[in-house]
């Protein structure tokens, strides 16, 4: 059976995934805090800086069209390269730091 042009056409895009037929990407991250921090946790309120001069929580940017494709959480422990041997900090909990990273599209 021979299949329409269109039809074939329809297929192969279903092939792609979204991400790839994308018109714009824009990597987002939190501000850096300890994990105690009662705004450490991801939540509506967490305000995110992308590039492209992007800024905003979760509702905004998705208000504004944005779909976020992917979520992390990362470490920041460049603190801890400043310890020198023997040395105690003053605040233990600014040497690891948590903040989330999304990846978001149009």
């Given at each position: 059976?021979?299949?329409?042009?269109?039809?074939?056409?329809?297929?192969?895009?279903?092939?792609?995934?979204?991400?790839?037929?994308?018109?714009?990407?824009?990597?987002?991250?939190?501000?850096?805090?300890?994990?105690?921090?009662?705004?450490?946790?991801?939540?509506?309120?967490?305000?995110?800086?992308?590039?492209?001069?992007?800024?905003?929580?979760?509702?905004?940017?998705?208000?504004?069209?944005?779909?976020?494709?992917?979520?992390?959480?990362?470490?920041?422990?460049?603190?801890?390269?400043?310890?020198?041997?023997?040395?105690?900090?003053?605040?233990?909990?600014?040497?690891?730091k948590t903040?989330?990273?999304?990846?978001?599209?149009?």
């Open positions: 059976m021979k299949m329409s042009k269109p039809l074939a056409l329809l297929l192969m895009l279903g092939m792609f995934s979204t991400t790839a037929l994308a018109n714009e990407a824009h990597v987002c991250r939190s501000a850096a805090l300890p994990q105690s921090h009662k705004e450490s946790g991801l939540s509506d309120t967490t305000s995110f800086t992308c590039g492209g001069g992007l800024t905003g929580t979760v509702p905004t940017l998705a208000q504004e069209g944005w779909q976020i494709t992917n979520l992390l959480q990362q470490a920041d422990t460049s603190a801890l390269s400043a310890i020198k041997p023997g040395q105690i900090p003053s605040n233990p909990e600014d040497l690891a903040y989330w990273v999304l990846l978001i599209q149009k």
